[in-house]
């Protein structure tokens, strides 16, 4: 299994709930943990990366700021429509610090993933990076 950035697969977000020019949803997969996506305020939040073809994915690692709960859903065609469930995740609170959490899956394709933040310890929360376990 190997570790792979968003960036080294050429991964893109193409849609994002809220977007604020300071931290704009593309900072979620540039790979850099100093730069981050932050929602704009209410819940639910959500973002959508696509790669350029069907990818293998296992596991995840999500490294965020105040988010309680997160659903990860995924599909395999070439449009951003007709999502399949994968997980759910309630995520600790950090106080201050960033949340780090890798979340397993059943091993399966994916050319579209789906995060939507059901709900955070705050009003705002953040996304610094997500990268992937092939």
Request: no cysteine; proline share 0%; aromatic share 6%.
């Given at each position: 299994m190997t570790d792979s950035s968003f960036s080294s697969l050429d991964a893109k977000v193409v849609l994002a709930s809220s977007s604020d020019e300071s931290h704009p949803p593309e900072n979620i997969v540039d790979g850099n943990i100093n730069t981050f996506w932050m929602s704009t305020g209410m819940f639910p939040q959500e973002f959508i990366i696509r790669f350029p073809e069907p990818t293998t994915i296992s596991a995840l690692t999500v490294d965020s700021y105040n988010v309680k709960k997160l659903k990860i859903e995924k599909?395999?065609?070439?449009?951003?429509?007709?999502?399949?469930?994968?997980?759910?995740?309630?995520?600790?609170?950090?106080?201050?610090?960033?949340?780090?959490?890798?979340?397993?899956?059943?091993p399966g394709s994916a050319t579209h993933l789906r995060f939507i933040i059901t709900s955070g310890y705050d009003h705002f929360v953040s996304v610094h990076k997500v990268s992937i376990k092939k």
């Open positions: 599909n395999i065609s070439q449009s951003a429509s007709q999502f399949e469930s994968v997980t759910e995740k309630e995520f600790e609170s950090t106080e201050g610090h960033l949340q780090t959490n890798a979340i397993s899956l059943n």
